[in-house]
């Protein structure tokens, strides 16, 4: 067993916060050894970070610490690995590392023998946490439709995705629940005893963050559960009567668990293979288990097994078979790929194939016109934000429609024309406040769909601004449609749409935008209100733009709400048109006395401007998520 050293000649004190035993090789059936022939492979994973503390004589030194130290092991193909150890030993660490997500590790990572970088791990492997990340408004079978196109691409044809989708489904054991939508995880989940099997069944509601990444199976690849305590007796119940899925164990996956191994948790007869923490103070976390091992049970069948159960880390739930009492791990489950293939005629896809595939599996386009896809569907199944803007802008062009009315050619009138513009350029940029937490939801499945390269972030932010662009428009239609004729608006009601139309993408820009830097929903609210407020007071309404002071001057160049604004009264009283016959008020003079241009075909440039400030945002909201976006656990 390694322990604890003094690295570089004994100069520093080095902590290993996690270290392990050297796993026992597997043993077949009948007790003889089994070499190991195929799996994931590890040695010598070293981790060190630099910790600052405070010395004897009260100052800050620092010490380098090994939260990894010389881990060496293996995660046998068709078995389910635990890495046991109590919390704070390193568990979640040392799968950040099988997964490609320390940049400063030392050591080997090997699948089937070959080596595999941080790059290609990531693109042949799925790293499920426990929160559910995903789409709740998809159904489970399209959640995992959507991830083949993605992780495919098109060198799959449809068909032949579609029946790999559902021959995976029932791989995972559902098949009964394929149709219905992920958010309705109720109908899910059970609360009964575990005797029955389809309560079981019943509680893959967790089951379906682990099917949507395991269209991964398919391709031979590793899949990474961290710690979860959900489903439970799910787990418990197959462990006790030996089941074991059968046949995701023959496509020859390599899977590890970290669990917390306390004296009511799991325990490690109840998973083939596992590794234990060093530092493990549990009493159940120093047996090592082999393949062969089944769970000992005495006449009425229980399992004498002193640790309860185990957190769900099962890769699907197998339908039992009457026929079947025990399934015992045997000699072919640690076969790779291509000698089960040349042994059972079975196909496999091994890590060479996967080495190389392009680092998208899609083409530009292909990505742009599958995450679009997705937007619509997801749309379609929550109408609820689009139609609240929506009936946002029509309740309120009709409040507008009514309250100013056909405005009479004097002073009032010009009054309640300015006072009419202002607000529909407020109403117009509050309006899509409500996309703050709907992007916040998203970004979690995006840091975990990006993270193994299923489509470029560019492709992301195209498809998002493509799908929302006839939404936007029918919004600006509605609103311009009940409020032109009704107060009678002067001037181009085209030139009217569009800037309505610039308006909403411009500030649906920067909603997003802000949405991809804050943590929460709640900064994200007041961040964007507290912009917008800005926005709102240098606009040039309360000061015109000329009378700013010259160090504000510049938030009235970034205020989005000043080129709609200035636009939108270029084009009701651009020319020589009388307003007001005492005193008499044309057009152009109540533009001059705004300090606004009466330029005829500069208000067109407020578009342009608005426009190129929506692109700005969408540019730096690309910026965000291709750089500061990183599927890091928190």
């Known amino acids: 067993m390694a ?29 003889s050894r089994v070499s190991f022939t195929g799996g994931l492979e590890f040695t010598s994973l070293t981790y060190t970070v630099v910790k600052k503390q405070r010395g004897v004589g009260g100052e800050w030194e620092k010490k ?34 099988l997964a490609g997500r320390i940049s400063s590790l030392d050591g080997r990572v090997a699948l089937d023998g070959v080596e595999m970088s941080p790059s290609v791990i990531k693109r042949s492997s799925a790293y499920v946490m426990q929160d559910d990340r995903l789409f709740p408004m998809l159904t489970v079978y399209e959640t995992l439709l959507f991830a083949a196109d993605f992780r495919l691409g098109s060198a799959v044809s449809p068909s032949d995705k579609k029946l790999r989708v ?7 054991g559902l098949t009964l629940l394929d149709h219905l939508i992920i958010l309705a995880r109720g109908q899910l989940m059970y609360s009964g005893g575990p005797k029955e099997v389809t309560a079981h069944l019943g509680r893959m509601g967790r089951k379906v963050p682990k099917g949507e990444n395991s269209i991964e199976h398919l391709l031979d690849v590793i899949q990474e559960y961290d710690q979860s305590e959900f489903g439970v007796n799910a787990l418990a119940e197959f462990c006790l009567t030996g089941l074991k899925p059968r046949k995701l164990a023959a496509e020859g996956i390599s899977t590890v668990s970290s669990i917390p191994p306390t004296p009511v948790g799991p325990g490690g007869e109840d998973f083939d293979h596992s590794l234990r923490s060093q530092h493990s103070k549990s009493p159940w976390s120093g047996a090592q288990f082999t393949p062969s091992r ?40 640690y076969l790779s790929p291509a000698q089960r293939a040349s042994a059972t005629g079975a196909p496999g896809v091994g890590i060479n194939a996967l080495g190389h595939r392009g680092k998208f599996a899609n083409s530009y386009a292909a990505e742009v016109w599958v995450l679009m896809r997705r937007n619509f569907t997801n749309i379609w199944r929550t109408p609820e934000l689009f139609l609240s803007r929506l009936m946002v802008l029509t309740v309120m062009g009709f409040l507008m429609a009514t309250m100013f009315i056909k405005p009479k050619d004097n002073t009032q009138g010009i009054t309640n024309r300015l006072s009419f513009f202002i607000f529909t350029v407020c109403v117009f940029f509050f309006s899509s406040n409500d996309a703050v937490p709907a992007f916040i939801q998203e970004r979690f499945i995006f840091i975990r769909e990006t993270s193994h390269n299923a489509y470029r972030a560019s492709a992301y932010v195209v498809a998002g601004v493509i799908t929302y662009l006839p939404f936007l428009l029918l919004q600006s239609a509605a609103y311009a449609l009940i409020t032109w004729w009704a107060i009678g608006l002067h001037g181009q009601f085209v030139y009217f749409l569009v800037m309505l139309y610039a308006s909403l993408l411009s500030t649906n820009s920067f909603v997003v935008f802000i949405s991809s830097i804050v943590p929460n929903f709640i900064l994200g609210y007041a961040a964007v209100i507290a912009f917008t407020a800005l926005f709102f007071l240098f606009c040039g309404y309360f000061v015109d733009s000329h009378s700013i002071p010259q160090g504000w001057k510049w938030m009235n160049t970034v205020s989005t709400m000043k080129y709609p604004y200035e636009g939108l009264l ?38 342009l401007y608005l426009l190129g400030w929506a692109v700005f945002y969408r540019v730096l909201f690309y910026l965000v998520l291709r750089f500061a976006s990183k599927n890091k656990r928190k």
Not at 71 to 82: E, N
Not at 166 to 172: G, K, S, V, Y
Not at 579 to 587: A, T
């Open 294 to 333: 089944r769970p000992r049970k005495d006449q009425s069948g229980k399992s004498q097994n002193p640790p309860r159960y185990g957190p769900e880390i099962v890769m699907g739930t197998p339908t039992p078979l009457s026929s079947i009492s025990v399934y015992t791990v045997n000699e072919a489950d």
């Open 3 to 31: 322990q604890p050293n003094h690295r570089y000649g004994g100069h520093r004190d080095l902590e290993a916060v996690i270290d392990m035993d050297q796993p026992e090789m597997p043993t077949a059936k009948g007790g």
């Open 64 to 97: 380098d610490v090994d939260l990894l130290h010389e881990i060496t092991g293996y995660a046998p193909k068709g078995c389910v690995t635990a890495v046991m150890g109590p919390s704070g030993a390193g568990k979640s660490t040392f799968l950040d590392a």
């Open 570 to 607: 270029m084009n009701e009283f651009g020319g020589t048109r009388n307003f007001s016959s005492n005193p008499p008020l044309d057009g152009n003079a109540i533009l001059e006395n705004l300090t606004i241009s009466v330029v005829k075909d500069r208000k067109w440039r407020m578009v």
């Open 166 to 172: 559902d021959n995976l489904i029932e791989q995972l």
